[in-house]
């Protein structure tokens, strides 16, 4: 990942069909590549297990699902483990293997390793190295596929005012690399340049630039000799974006060069809004399904539909999944969606992992089993899900009956249970429809004391796939406290009371924005952090920092409950006072 930005919407920091429809895509579309003659399978042995590379590239794609990235690490700055994550050892991948993965993206920066003039010299020892870790993952029968990562924004985005350095130093980049890795088994893919981006540029300049350097990338690669000759390349678009016009550059590069194993490849990390809970998005409503689903649909009417093999190279949100950013049960839904969207339009995904997202690194195991579970499921088949995943009650007073609408995603409803018991139809629940009512009579019994947070879980069981947790919440109105901090950090005391927080409304006197977004008065969620255990609520710097001095604050603190909660902020220098409203 980088810090470019997707069209329309800003960046933040950093599929598959079935078999038979993969081969009946390659065959349809094959003139799309031109008239190469088709490379042999290739039996890519080393010192563990053999990888069979069909000779056909849609099908070769095809065999890499499921991937995962083994990101921060080889394209971290300075080093390999410069940004938290452990050295990457043979047990990494044999761990990777072990969890049902079929290939890896290695992403690799180069820059802090090679000299910055002519001949631009790539350290030996850091060459090496990634050869090391690129072996290990071969021997483990998996596919592999390296590139050139963060150098895109550190040195190659300044192509337009440095074009001749830039483009000298590139193809010196990869004529080394190709050089390097000309030997090895065709289950190793090389990717031109991730998510390339071209500072002070027009869209007719970006094309130029990127087609001029995807070309360069492909002569040098294949006129490199050894297995090189027919390795899968991987190309991108602008920005790894699934713009139309960018898409339909990639399409009309590819078409040029007369290759038929060549793959595009393009990243997905969701409507913009909601993957960073910006602008009053915390649901995965319909406005961030259609974005996935018209995204997604351009990309296999302009490439998989016309042969081209499209690897997904990097999906997921852009903030950690398991930090609150985002709700819980909408993560859920947009994961389940994206995969189900991926497999449905012909693309191989490749999870990104920045460090302990999903898989740890020390142990290889998932961090969170119902991840792992729905993750896992979504390489096969689709999860039911539903409008929510929590049921709130009020701590006191009368309980009502409450209906959620289910999604069933293609499955049909098999049950209500709580643990290992089932729930009673009619009795505890009634189903018209997808409208599941719970009634009033099982809520109170489920609520026990009523005590304020989870009083019980259910799951939602779908005829296959992962079963839809509720949980079952007693809540009563969230009180915050006032605070005094420092433009470090303000530090609210808040007793939340079984209530989660959704968003935060932040705005000026003049009812203009607060924060560091000019254009939201809902700015990410991420400016804050609720910590439900230690019951305080955290006021980060970036917000703070970002405020004009002496002019008071209106937070609004927004709950899945429906309530709110007005505070205010004054930042005087470095000092901030937070008052309850």
Same mark, same amino acid.
């Given at each position: ?10 960046? @933040? ?39 069979? #590379? ?11 699902? +499921? ?14 483990? @410069?940004? !938290?994550? +452990? ?18 993206? *290695? ?42 990562? $963060?150098?895109?924004?550190?040195? *190659? ?5 440095? &074009? ?8 010196? /980049?990869?004529?080394?690399?190709? /050089? ?12 031109? *340049? ?28 294949? =006129?490199?000799?050894?297995a090189n000759k027919d390795r899968l390349l991987v190309l991108p678009s602008e920005e790894t974006n699934n713009a139309q016009h960018w898409l339909d550059d990639l399409s ?5 060069? $007369? ?6 490849? #393009? $990243? ?26 018209? !995204?997604?649909?351009?990309? &296999?009417?302009?490439? #998989? ?27 859920l839904k947009y994961f389940e969606h994206v995969s189900y969207e991926a497999r449905a339009n012909g693309m191989t995904t490749a999870l990104w992992d920045a460090a302990n ?41 009368? *309980? ?21 018991? +089932? ?16 009634t009033a009579g099982t809520l109170t019994r489920l609520a026990g004391n009523r005590a304020t947070g989870v009083n019980a879980t259910l799951e939602v069981r779908y005829s ?32 939340? =009371? ?5 968003? #935060? ?46 002019? +008071? ?14 505070? &205010?902020? /004054? ?11």
């Amino acid at each position: 990942m980088n810090d470019a930005q997707q069209t329309a919407r800003p960046r @933040s920091r950093r599929l598959r069909r079935t078999a038979a429809l993969v081969v009946a895509l390659a065959t349809t579309g094959s003139l799309a590549y031109g008239t190469a003659v088709a490379a042999p399978a290739d039996q890519a042995r080393t010192r563990g297990r053999a990888v069979w #590379v069909p000779s056909d590239p849609m099908a070769a794609v095809a065999a890499m699902q +499921p991937s995962w990235n083994l990101g921060n690490t080889f394209d971290a700055i300075p080093d390999e483990t @410069s940004w !938290g994550n +452990p050295l990457t050892t043979k047990a990494t991948f044999d761990g990777l293997r072990a969890q049902g993965f079929r290939s890896v993206r *290695i992403p690799v920066t180069w820059y802090p390793h090679q000299s910055t003039t002519a001949p631009y010299t790539i350290d030996a020892a850091w060459m090496a190295r990634v050869k090391q870790v690129v072996d290990w993952a071969l021997q483990d029968g998996l596919y592999v596929e390296i590139n050139v990562h $963060h150098d895109s924004w550190q040195w *190659i985005a300044n192509m337009s005012t440095d &074009h001749d350095n830039v483009v000298a130093r590139f193809n010196a /980049t990869w004529q080394q690399i190709a /050089t390097a890795f000309k030997d090895e088994p065709r289950a190793l893919l090389m990717e031109s *340049i991730n998510e390339p981006q071209f500072n002070n540029a027009t869209d007719a300049q970006k094309t130029q630039y990127l087609r001029e350097l995807n070309t360069s990338f492909h002569r040098i690669v294949r =006129n490199s000799g050894g297995a090189n000759k027919d390795r899968l390349l991987v190309l991108p678009s602008e920005e790894t974006n699934n713009a139309q016009h960018w898409l339909d550059d990639l399409s009309t590069t590819i078409n040029s060069l $007369h290759d038929r194993n060549l793959v595009a490849t #393009v $990243h997905y990390y969701s409507w913009y809004p909601f993957s960073v809970n910006i602008a009053n998005g915390p649901s995965y409503d319909a406005t961030a399904q259609k974005d996935l689903t018209d !995204g997604f649909r351009r990309v &296999h009417d302009t490439l #998989v539909a016309k042969g081209v093999p499209v690897y997904l190279g990097e999906f997921g949100l852009l903030t950690s999944p398991y930090s609150g950013v985002v709700e819980r049960g909408e993560m859920l839904k947009y994961f389940e969606h994206v995969s189900y969207e991926a497999r449905a339009n012909g693309m191989t995904t490749a999870l990104w992992d920045a460090a302990n997202d999903f898989l740890n690194r020390n142990t290889m195991q998932w961090m969170v089993p119902e991840m792992k579970a729905l993750i896992q499921s979504s390489w096969r088949t689709r999860s039911g899900t539903a409008s929510t995943d929590n049921v709130f009650l009020p701590s006191s007073g009368p *309980i009502a009956a409450q209906t959620i609408t289910l999604n069933p995603n293609g499955q049909w409803f098999t049950g209500l249970w709580q643990g290992d018991v +089932p729930l009673m139809p009619f009795r505890d629940y009634t189903l018209n429809g997808n409208q599941l009512t719970l009634t009033a009579g099982t809520l109170t019994r489920l609520a026990g004391n009523r005590a304020t947070g989870v009083n019980a879980t259910l799951e939602v069981r779908y005829s296959d796939g992962v079963p839809w947790k509720l949980f079952v919440r007693s809540y009563d109105r969230p009180v915050l406290s006032d605070a005094t901090g420092t433009a470090d950090g303000l530090t609210i005391p808040t007793r939340f =009371n079984g209530s989660l927080m959704a968003n #935060v409304e932040s705005t000026y006197a003049d009812g203009t924005a607060a924060g560091p977004a000019s254009w939201t008065t809902y700015q990410s969620f991420d400016n804050y952090r609720a910590d439900y255990g230690a019951n305080t609520t955290t006021v980060k710097a970036d917000f703070l920092k970002s405020l004009k001095d002496d002019a +008071p604050v209106t937070l609004t603190f927004r709950f899945w409950t429906g309530a709110t909660v007005t505070y &205010h902020l /004054t930042k005087s220098g470095n000092t901030v006072t937070g008052t309850v409203g």
